[in-house]
């Protein structure tokens, strides 16, 4: 059984910087894609970043294109996303998830099989 663990969220003030890992364990094979995720309360759950993990291609939300990085390891079996210029509409619990299928986006829930626990990220204005 595959299992996530999201760690680096906390508290920053706007205009600040995070970066968010996500360490993967148990996999017998490698996943097509990780991706991240954020919700923030009363909010549905929405897409913020994906990565392929042979070739690395990404692709991200439009609110938070330019600010924030997606990036893997694939020898640490780990997954980054770094955020710059955080702004307090970004305040969310941050997920990590692994699709172990093609999919032609990435950007739906329903495209990622295993979740991890979340992380909270606070930006304060």
């Known amino acids: 059984q595959v299992q996530l663990v999201e760690s680096g969220g906390g508290l920053v003030q706007a205009g600040g910087s995070l970066r968010l890992l996500c360490a993967a364990s148990?996999?017998?094979?490698?996943?097509?894609?990780m991706g991240w995720f954020r919700q923030a309360p009363g909010k549905e759950r929405e897409f913020v970043a994906v990565?392929?993990?042979?070739?690395?291609?990404?692709d991200y939300a439009d609110s938070v294109m330019g600010r924030f990085i997606i990036s893997r390891d694939v020898d640490k079996s780990t997954a980054y996303l770094q955020m710059n210029s955080l702004k307090p509409e970004d305040t969310a619990v941050y997920y990590c998830?692994?699709?172990?299928?093609?999919?032609?986006?990435?950007?739906?829930?329903?495209?990622?099989?295993?979740w991890g626990q979340g992380t909270q990220v606070t930006v304060s204005s």
């Open positions: 990565t392929t993990w042979s070739y690395g291609v990404t």
């Open positions: 998830a692994e699709a172990v299928d093609y999919s032609t986006t990435y950007k739906s829930i329903e495209d990622y099989k295993y």
């Open positions: 148990g996999r017998t094979r490698s996943p097509y894609a």
